[in-house]
Structures are given as structure tokens and as C-alpha cells.
């Protein structure tokens, strides 16, 4: 499994505003410190906004906040935010077309654990 750089560069974005909470900054400012493209950065952010990871304000002194304490955050919700579903075969959605596959104990079992790990990391300890 391999996480794209939507995660990557989200989550690190996501750390920047856990420093500086409850401050706002701005995409210039932490596109600057992060190195990532300005442009990235604002589709990455119209993501977390829309997943209430993070809050924006508009005008001369606006910019980016997160929507919670970053001790209330956890890197399975960014993750999952931006890459959304964390199952690593397609036999653990809904629709898998063999529900009695037996290697599905092992899809399901690692799921659950990535899931479990990424959740037991909060924000504020990175």
C-alpha cells in the first residue's frame, strides 16, 4: 500500500498549523516553509476543508486554521480525508464480488491495523 503525495503534503501542511494552532497561516506561508507548490496546497486544503480538518478565512489576515484541537486529530482523519477509503484490496469495500474469498482475513486483518496505528497517532505528538 502507498499513500499519494495528497497525503503526504496534507499531513505535513496539517502539522505546520498544529505548531502555530489556533494562529492562522496562510498557503504562501507554509507553501514557503514546506516547499510545496502554493497550487497543490489549495486543492489539498478545499479537501480539508470540505472534511472539516481545517477552517479558512478570507481577507487581508486570513488563512488556514484547523477546525480542532490538534490533540483531537489523528493522522487516519487526514489520511482518510484525502486518500478516503484505507482497505488495501477492493475485497474489503462493499461490493467485493467474492465475499468468501478466504485470503480476505488477511486484507481485512491489515485494514483494521493501519487503520488502528494511524488513528493511535494524534496530531500535536508529531
Known sequence: MQFSTK?????RAVIV???TYPKLKSITEISREEKISAKYLEQIFGVLRRNK??????????????????????????????EG????MKCQRPKC???????????????KEIKKTLKNIKIDSL
Open 53 to 82: 480538518i481545517v477552517n479558512s478565512y478570507k481577507g487581508k489576515n486570513g488563512g488556514y486554521t484547523l477546525a480542532k484541537n490538534p490533540s483531537k486529530l489523528s493522522v487516519v482523519d487526514i489520511v482518510e480525508a484525502l
Open 7 to 11: 497525503a503526504e503534503y496534507g499531513l
Open 97 to 111: 464480488i467474492n465475499a468468501k474469498c478466504p485470503s480476505k482475513k488477511v486484507w481485512v486483518k491489515l485494514g
Open 17 to 19: 498549523l498544529a505548531k
Open 85 to 88: 477509503s484505507l482497505a488495501p
